[in-house]
């Protein structure tokens, strides 16, 4: 027979009140077959009284010698009572830690931020003047769009492609305008 020293449930609804008992283990838990009863546990009661966990040490090791096991409850309290050795606290899962994908993915932002950093500062510490973007005036692009021929849906339909050239060469308009801009000023 498999004995096992544990928890039988008595008291009210919502007013708990247990007696440790020595039963056997394949049994229900409030079977009314029990071997003996071993001590009580009121959680009604604060941790610090007394009246919590009452045992009585002399059966529990007389059923504990017999091969009786105590369920994890009973064993906290026997550990409490100095009766057995505390069990080790188990080594905890990683599952609260990011896993080696995700640590990865975010070695590589961090890689991207000092990089674009980097790219900050250099482009801080370069000449403003030689990097600026060349800009046209803006009189010249709105020449440039008036210049530029409207389709209709009968050109874009014709298989020949002349509305291209004059596209192109709005560039070249763009950037000669620009000296003369440049020049006047400097003439004043």
């Given at each position: 027979?498999?004995?096992?020293?544990?928890?039988?449930?008595?008291?009210?609804?919502?007013?708990?009140?247990?007696?440790?008992?020595?039963?056997?283990?394949?049994?229900?838990?409030?079977?009314?077959?029990?071997?003996?009863?071993?001590?009580?546990?009121?959680?009604?009661?604060?941790?610090?009284?007394?009246?919590?966990v009452?045992?009585?040490?002399?059966?529990?090791?007389?059923?504990?010698?017999?091969g009786?096991r105590p369920?994890?409850?009973?064993?906290?309290?026997?550990?409490?009572?100095?009766?057995?050795?505390?069990?080790?606290?188990?080594?905890?899962?990683?599952?609260?830690?990011?896993?080696?994908?995700?640590?990865?993915?975010l070695?590589?932002?961090?890689?991207?931020?000092?990089?674009?950093?980097?790219?900050?500062?250099?482009a801080?510490?370069?000449?403003?003047?030689?990097?600026?973007?060349?800009e046209?005036?803006?009189?010249?692009?709105?020449?440039?769009?008036?210049?530029?021929?409207?389709?209709?849906?009968?050109?874009?339909?014709?298989?020949?492609?002349?509305?291209?050239?004059?596209?192109e060469?709005?560039?070249?308009?763009?950037?000669?305008?620009?000296?003369?801009?440049?020049?006047e000023?400097?003439?004043e």
């Open positions: 027979m498999a004995v096992a020293i544990r928890l039988s449930r008595h008291g009210a609804k919502k007013r708990p009140y247990y007696h440790i008992v020595v039963t056997d283990s394949r049994l229900a838990r409030d079977s009314g077959n029990i071997l003996e009863t071993v001590g009580k546990y009121d959680p009604m009661q604060t941790k610090e009284s007394g009246k919590r009452t045992l009585l040490s002399d059966k529990i090791k007389a059923w504990l010698d017999k009786a369920s994890d409850r009973v064993y906290k309290f026997l550990a409490d009572a100095g009766m057995v050795n505390a069990k080790p606290h188990p080594v905890q899962t990683k599952k609260n830690q990011p896993s080696e994908k995700t640590l990865l993915k070695k590589d932002r961090e890689a991207k931020l000092e990089k674009a950093k980097e790219a900050e500062q250099a801080k510490e370069a000449p403003v003047a030689s990097e600026a973007p060349v046209a005036p803006a009189e010249a692009v709105v020449e440039t769009q008036a210049e530029a021929p409207v389709e209709t849906p009968a050109a874009s339909a014709a298989p020949e492609v002349a509305t291209e050239t004059p596209v060469s709005a560039p070249e308009t763009e950037v000669a305008p620009e000296p003369q801009a440049t020049a000023p400097a003439a």
